[in-house]
């Protein structure tokens, strides 16, 4: 099968077109999902309602003697 050099002229903008609207796009994503691992690396959330309160600690949380009343 023969092209044409305009048609292949053609053919080839076309698909450099798409590429660079991929290339953008691709540098978007690539931007917040870095930005999205720099916040998750902070380690903690930000003082502001309702994360005010540290959590607590190893042998804070459960109940009592393991739920049993004296």
């Known amino acids: 099968m023969k092209i044409k050099i305009d048609e ?3 053919m080839v903008r076309r698909v450099v077109k798409e590429a ?3 290339g953008k796009m691709q ?3 690539r931007k917040t999902f870095a930005k999205m691992i720099a916040t998750a690396s902070t380690g903690g959330n930000k ?5 005010t309160k540290k959590a607590a ?4 949380s459960g109940p009592d003697d ?4 004296s």
């Open 8 to 10: 292949l002229k053609k």
């Open 20 to 22: 660079a609207v991929e």
């Open 27 to 29: 540098k978007y994503y």
């Open 47 to 51: 003082n502001t309602p309702p994360f």
């Open 57 to 60: 600690g190893p042998g804070k």
């Open 66 to 69: 393991s739920g049993y009343t």
